[in-house]
């Protein structure tokens, strides 16, 4: 299994950013996927997920309305666009498999990989 996540960068407050995530090694369209994000300092915490025919999605409260999570079954990618960007969104952001969308309780499924920064800042 192998979870490639791009797109981060630097960005103004108010910015968007697209992410991506290329997967590879499994049967993508039989999975939900996620996004994950661990800020310095912070435990790392479920940001969306999706499952594996694109709906529905969940995200978590602070960025309901301004991040949108979607795939593409047949390019075996998972998106993140990410609009109004905030100085806490700042962090790396990593794409997982899902055990099960509806239990955020069970976690994911493959070990994490390097994740991609997202670093808002003036």
């Known amino acids: 299994v192998q979870l490639v996540e791009s797109g981060g960068g630097l960005v103004q407050p108010g910015g968007s950013l697209s992410l991506s995530c290329a997967a590879s090694g499994f049967t993508f369209s039989s999975y939900a996927m996620s996004w994950y994000r661990q800020a310095p300092g912070k435990e790392r915490e479920l940001v969306a997920a999706?499952?594996?025919?694109?709906?529905?999605?969940k995200y978590v409260d602070s960025v309901k309305g301004r991040f949108t999570i979607s795939r593409d079954n047949a390019k075996n990618t998972v998106y993140l666009q990410m609009n109004s960007l905030k100085p806490e969104d700042t962090a790396v952001y990593y794409c997982?498999?899902?055990?099960?969308?509806?239990?955020?309780?069970?976690?994911?499924?493959?070990?994490w990989g390097q994740g991609t920064l997202v670093t808002v800042s003036s």
């Open positions: 997982n498999r899902l055990r099960n969308y509806y239990v955020d309780s069970w976690g994911t499924l493959d070990a």
């Open positions: 999706i499952t594996s025919g694109g709906s529905p999605t």
